[in-house]
């Protein structure tokens, strides 16, 4: 009996040095990690009104070419269920319409030329907070991640692509996938199951959106054996394991 007392106690002994010496600094770290994602945050809610500050001379332009077409098919459909319900593509060999639905809505409350120049600002600045989420994930310095982010929204070839209106379903497509990469990221390093269905929610998103997204599953995997040594991490906490 002595001796059960003794390993009793030396038992409880162990365990109260090690809360003195854990217990102190979690609320810390959690306090840490939410300023960390906070500050994250704050600066990818601020790259679409950056975007918006380099398109604003061009907001004011009119419809041009094949833009007309698209404003014809939002008029023309009753409401934006239709676009998933019928074909709203010569030649049904494209079916895209989540971007269909979003011309519909600016068109029928909003219409016109600029508000919908502002959706695509909106939506380049959006791709840009997704490449630094995904390069935040990555590790990269915050600052790192924002100057590869802003040139990404300030790049020409970006900027002026993204003033034709009618290639909106690469906008809507991208910054799924780039947000997507990171919550799947982030699963993969820390099992957090809501990732895992944000990633499906996501790529759900891309693929109603344009078909380039079809290759998301091929970036998932690259991004998985980038991270292979980690792997076992997140997953276990999630209940499975990668071999």
Request: one cysteine or more; aromatic letters at 16%; glycine letters at 6%.
């Amino acid at each position: 009996s002595e001796l059960w007392g003794y390993n009793t106690l030396r038992i409880m002994a162990d365990q109260i040095t090690w809360q003195r010496q854990n217990l102190p600094t979690q609320p810390n770290d959690r306090l840490a990690f939410h300023v960390t994602i906070r500050r994250d945050f704050a600066i990818a809610a601020l790259l679409p009104i950056a975007t918006l500050a380099v398109l604003w001379p061009a907001l004011s332009a009119d419809f041009y070419a094949d833009d007309y077409f698209f404003v014809a098919f939002a008029r023309r459909a009753a409401s934006p269920i239709d676009y998933f319900t019928t074909e709203h593509f010569f030649g049904g060999y494209l079916y895209r319409p989540i971007p269909m639905a979003i011309w519909w809505f600016i068109e029928h409350y909003a219409g016109g030329a600029y508000p919908q120049y502002v959706c695509n600002a909106l939506l380049l600045g959006a791709s840009g907070a997704g490449l630094f989420w995904v390069l935040r994930e990555l590790d990269w310095a915050r600052s790192w991640a924002l100057a590869m982010a802003l040139l990404y929204v300030w790049l020409p070839a970006n900027v002026s692509t993204s003033l034709w209106l009618a290639d909106r379903f690469d906008l809507v497509a991208v910054p799924c996938m780039l947000a997507a990469i990171a919550l799947w990221l982030r699963f993969v390093r820390a099992g957090r199951a809501a990732a895992a269905w944000g990633v499906l929610a996501l790529f759900a998103v891309a693929a109603l959106s344009k078909e380039l997204s079809y290759l998301f599953p091929g970036a998932l995997g690259v991004a998985l054996v980038a991270n292979w040594n980690e792997r076992n991490r997140g997953f276990a906490k999630a209940g499975l394991r990668a071999h």
